[in-house]
């Protein structure tokens, strides 16, 4: 079951779908850790916000088919497949201020054979004059085989979901 499928524009959110900041005992800047990954469900993940950094999960090893993050305001949520082993990361990559990983996910992206990163924010409403309450999910899901994903960006006021929006259908190789 797709749980994209149950999440309805002018209804709650969830409340099964986590939405916290990763809060680490040690603190590391700019790199790719994997920090309180939180399962939802036997194929679904939250991969929380963790500040400075890119926090990623490896999803073909677990059999995640879905994962979720959130409290994206330009950050990127991505997916990258390995070449050599052929896994498959999706992680919640900071971008902006003195501790921008975009040339992290870069560099990782050079050793891969694939990967997709959007801004999940992107579809907040430009005329909301103050973020507060404002909240954003993204989402990917893979097909059975990860050879194919539909990425997402879910948009709340308050927790009521205002949009569900799909950014982008694509292979993977």
Not at 37 to 58: H, R
Not at 94 to 109: A, F, I, L, N, S
Request: charged share 20%; glycine share 6%; with cysteine.
């Amino acid at each position: 079951m797709r749980i994209i499928d149950l999440i309805n524009v002018g209804q709650a959110m969830p409340s099964y779908i986590p939405d916290f900041e990763a809060k680490p005992s040690v603190i590391t800047k700019k790199q790719i850790v994997s920090v309180q990954i939180s399962e939802i469900t036997d194929d679904a993940v939250f991969v929380p916000y963790l500040a400075n950094n890119i926090n990623m999960c490896e999803i073909t090893a677990n059999k995640y088919h879905q994962v979720f993050s959130s409290r994206f305001s330009g950050c990127w949520m991505a997916y990258w497949k390995k070449k050599a082993d052929r896994r498959i990361c999706v992680g919640h990559v900071q971008t902006g201020g003195d501790y921008d990983c975009k040339d992290v996910w870069r560099q990782e992206m050079a050793s891969c054979s694939s990967g997709y990163a959007y801004p999940p924010s992107d579809v907040i409403p430009t005329e909301t004059a103050s973020p507060t309450g404002w909240n954003c999910y993204g989402y990917f899901f893979f097909s059975n085989d990860f050879d194919a994903f539909a990425a997402y960006s879910i948009v709340t006021k308050n927790n009521i979901v205002t949009q569900k929006v799909l950014v982008h259908k694509g292979t993977i190789i």
